[in-house]
């Protein structure tokens, strides 16, 4: 009973953070970006980001993930442009 408990504690912490967007910032465009919920990011996983330059979806690969006190940087592979980007996502 502790267990079933403890779990639906536990559940009930993760679900409301998965239902918002991850706001961060894209050092090598200089422009905001957001990763929508659903996106599960992890380490070769490919995620939909929302560039706010030019205000499109676009599919990324995350290639490694860091976190450094109040924020969170991802090494991505932007399947668009060929290159590999820095984003800063709020923590």
Same mark, same amino acid.
């Given at each position: &009973?502790?267990?079933?408990? $403890?779990?639906?504690?536990?559940?009930?912490?993760?679900?409301?953070?998965?239902?918002? $967007?991850?706001?961060?910032?894209?050092?090598?465009?200089?422009?905001?970006?957001?990763?929508?919920?659903?996106?599960? +990011?992890?380490?070769?996983?490919?995620?939909?980001?929302?560039?706010?330059?030019d205000g499109e979806y676009k599919t990324m690969q995350v290639e490694s993930i860091n976190?450094?006190?109040?924020? +969170?940087?991802?090494?991505?592979?932007?399947?668009?442009?060929?290159?590999?980007?820095?984003?800063? &996502?709020?923590?």
């Amino acid at each position: &009973m502790k267990n079933l408990r $403890a779990l639906t504690i536990i559940v009930s912490l993760l679900i409301p953070s998965l239902s918002y $967007a991850w706001d961060g910032y894209d050092y090598e465009k200089g422009s905001y970006v957001e990763i929508d919920k659903g996106n599960l +990011v992890r380490s070769g996983n490919d995620i939909e980001v929302y560039d706010y330059s030019d205000g499109e979806y676009k599919t990324m690969q995350v290639e490694s993930i860091n976190s450094y006190g109040s924020s +969170v940087e991802l090494e991505i592979y932007d399947y668009d442009s060929g290159e590999y980007r820095t984003l800063e &996502m709020d923590n």
